[in-house]
């Protein structure tokens, strides 16, 4: 199978793309990266002399590269994205252009080449829930310009299902941590500053809630859906695991034996949504997927992994671990 992978250099991309060279070597990966905010090149510098891996260095929205690239591809697997919602808040502009511009691109070179398209999307689409759990019927209720452009894809997606009969599937995963993580995100940065024993900022009381799912679980539902998933659904993938930030933090301090005392709160961004919950009996019952990690096993394999992997985070500007200032950025 020849797969296109867009944003391959980012964190679940690249954990997608090391996870099916070791389960499938015969299947020929192409990634378009744009090196854009979340990339980092020493994500997959173990497959730089493979020759079932090549890497491209472009945008999604460039409309001639994207046409070379999926003509030339059996599936196309839809990874790239602004993804910060911080960054969103700041300037959204950029959020438009990967986000929707880059996914209309891509599927108009899929329904012109007539390819499989997988789109990954986020559980921030449904917004904040009181209570209960979205499923795939919930309504789009995104908040933040990330959650937004998100949502435009996704219904983007569906038009593209519906007028033109495109063979594409919507995915939408819960919050992902795991190796390969960009530092300025809630887990990867708390381990980084507490490594350093620097201080650790958290929005206002620490409470909001997230649904919390390992990386290699999530490539695993991925791949399932595109061996097994049904063209034109959405699949909701989710651990059931929903932990409030500041427990988080508080478990990342006890298992590196670091004092609370690190824990800094700081003003909440604004519209932060309170919780996002995902409702997975979908994947679970048609495709027999479940996850195979409990958080703290998760949480300890990811500690270790960049306690292990210093170089990899070594070069971080203090700026991108440092408490998010909208107004200055
Ligand atoms: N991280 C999560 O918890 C999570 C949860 C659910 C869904 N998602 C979705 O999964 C996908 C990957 O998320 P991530 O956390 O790995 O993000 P990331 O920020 O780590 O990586 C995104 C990658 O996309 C690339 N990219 C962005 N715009 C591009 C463009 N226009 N052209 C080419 N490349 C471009 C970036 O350079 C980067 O390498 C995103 O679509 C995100 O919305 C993420």
Same mark, same amino acid.
């Given at each position: 199978?020849?797969?296109l992978?867009?944003g ?5 991309g ?5 996870h ?10 192409t ?8 990339s ?5 510098s173990s497959?730089?002399?493979s ?12 409309k ?16 790239a994205a602004?993804?910060? @919602? ?9 959020f438009?252009?990967s986000?929707?511009?880059g996914?209309?691109?891509?599927l108009e070179?899929?329904?012109k080449?007539k390819?499989k398209?997988i789109?990954?999307?986020?559980d921030? @689409? ?5 209570k209960?759990s979205?499923?795939?019927k919930y309504?789009l ?5 990330y959650?937004a452009?998100?949502?435009s ?19 939408r995963?819960?919050?992902n ?9 809630l887990?990867p ?12 900022p ?12 390992y ?9 399932k ?7 034109g ?10 932990i ?14 670091k004092?609370?005392?690190?824990i ?5 961004r604004p ?12 994947i ?15 949480l ?16 971080t500007?203090?700026?991108i ?5 909208w107004?200055?950025?």
């Open positions: 199978m020849r797969l992978v867009t391959g250099l980012g964190f679940i690249s954990n997608f793309i090391l099916v060279n070791e389960k499938h070597p015969d299947f020929r990966i990634n378009i990266d744009a090196e854009l905010p979340g980092n090149k020493k994500n997959l497959l730089q002399d020759n079932h891996y090549k890497y491209v260095k472009g945008n999604i929205t460039n001639k590269l994207v046409d070379k690239l999926v003509s030339g591809s059996d599936v196309v697997i839809n990874f602004e993804s910060h @919602v911080d960054r969103s808040i700041a300037d959204p502009r950029p438009v252009d986000n929707i511009v996914v209309y691109t891509v070179a899929v329904r080449y390819k398209f789109q990954i999307s986020t921030e @689409v449904f917004g904040s829930l009181k209960g979205a499923s795939e309504l209720n995104p908040s933040s310009p959650a452009s998100k949502a894809a996704e219904l983007l997606v569906q038009s593209y299902i519906i007028t033109y009969g495109c063979n594409a599937i919507t995915t995963c819960t919050n941590y795991g190796p390969r993580q960009s530092p300025e995100k887990i940065k708390t381990i980084i500053l507490a490594q350093k024993n620097k201080q650790i958290i929005y206002g009381t620490g409470k909001n809630i997230r649904d919390w799912i990386v290699l679980d999530h490539c695993d539902a991925i791949l859906i595109l061996f097994h998933g049904k063209s659904a959405s699949y909701n993938i989710s651990a059931a695991n929903e409030d930030n500041l427990t988080i933090v508080r478990k990342i301090l006890k298992i590196m034996g004092p609370l005392d690190l800094h709160f700081t003003k909440d519209g932060h949504d309170f919780r996002y919950s995902l409702n997975s009996r979908k679970r019952g048609e495709l027999c997927w479940k996850p195979k990690y409990n958080f703290e096993k998760g300890e394999r990811t500690i270790n992994w960049y306690i292990e992997n210093k170089k990899w985070w070594a070069d500007p203090s700026s671990l440092s408490a998010y200032n107004k200055t950025r």
